[in-house]
């Protein structure tokens, strides 16, 4: 007996779907850090990518853009090419040479210090399964990337799925924004991201703290270079879901991938003078 048409019909959709699907391997990502300055150099910026699934490698094509507070856009670059690591949990980085010269780690891909600052957006992506021409798309339309990130009480025109925009800089002289929780395809700006000390890391694992290429303090959520009370407050706040500036680099003291109560518990013996524990120890 002859299979159902019904049936028929749904593989044959199927197959003419798996090769829209498979290309789509961008935008599961997220922007998961900025700089702007620091140390400073103003030059001295960055935005880092976090590959929120395996596979999201395939970025050639796809653009980065600056926005001013007035929301006019300026693109920073066309992603010449695709990245090598498509890691879970991998990033890619986009960077000045200024950044390259302070930290001696090669980004991803060079870009020129076109962050505005303290108040604009930066918006990474492409629009369609597999990125298009980028000629034959709108850069200052915020809905077609894949994330954007609104900071510094920006008014103008956002990606809807990024939510309402944080009132802090991109990043101080000593801290950079970092997302906290959550990802691009959900949560919002506002909630989602927090001053921290920096952890940038490139597609190849090679990571730096912007201070002379020592390791972040693990605990110092701050990024004061100590580890206080306070920081112990911030990771239990991170633990709550709540604003903080904690990062799994500083606050995830036992590696689970999570901050959560356990880790609050550390730093705040590591406050007292006791050791944190777990996988993780303050640098020295």
């Known amino acids: 007996m002859g299979r159902p048409r019904s049936s028929v019909l749904l593989v044959l959709v199927g197959l003419l779907t798996l090769p829209r699907l498979a290309a789509a391997t ?117 809905n077609n990337y894949v994330d954007c990130v609104a900071y510094g009480g920006f008014t103008s025109a956002t990606r809807n799925a990024s939510g309402t925009p944080t009132t802090l800089p991109p990043g101080t002289a000593t801290q950079t924004l970092a997302r906290t929780k959550n990802t691009g395809a959900n949560g919002s700006n506002d909630g989602d991201f927090g001053l921290a000390a920096p952890n940038v890391c490139n597609n190849a694992g090679a990571c730096t703290d912007l201070a002379g290429g020592g390791d972040t303090t693990c605990g110092d959520a701050d990024g004061s270079g100590a580890v206080t009370v306070t920081d112990g407050v911030q990771t239990l706040r991170a633990a709550a879901g709540l604003t903080t500036p904690c990062t799994l680099a500083t606050c995830d003291i036992n590696g689970s991938g999570a901050i959560t109560v356990t880790d609050g518990v550390a730093v705040l013996r590591g406050a007292a003078g006791l050791p944190l524990g777990g996988t993780c120890e303050p640098a020295s």
Request: hydrophobic residues 45%; contains cysteine; charged residues 15%.
């Open 26 to 142: 961008f935008h599961l990502m997220s922007i998961s850090e900025i700089g702007a300055g620091f140390g400073g150099n103003a030059d001295v910026q960055f935005v880092e990518l976090r590959l929120d699934f395996a596979g999201q490698s395939h970025v050639a094509d796809t653009r980065l853009t600056a926005f001013d507070a007035a929301g006019n856009a300026t693109e920073l670059l066309i992603t010449p090419t695709d990245v090598a690591n498509g890691t879970a949990g991998a990033n890619i980085l986009y960077a000045t040479q200024a950044f390259t010269t302070l930290t001696t780690i090669a980004p991803d891909f060079l870009i020129p210090a076109g962050i505005i600052t303290p108040t604009g957006m930066i918006c990474w992506g492409a629009p369609g399964a597999s990125a298009p021409d980028p000629s034959t798309w709108d850069l200052e339309k915020p």
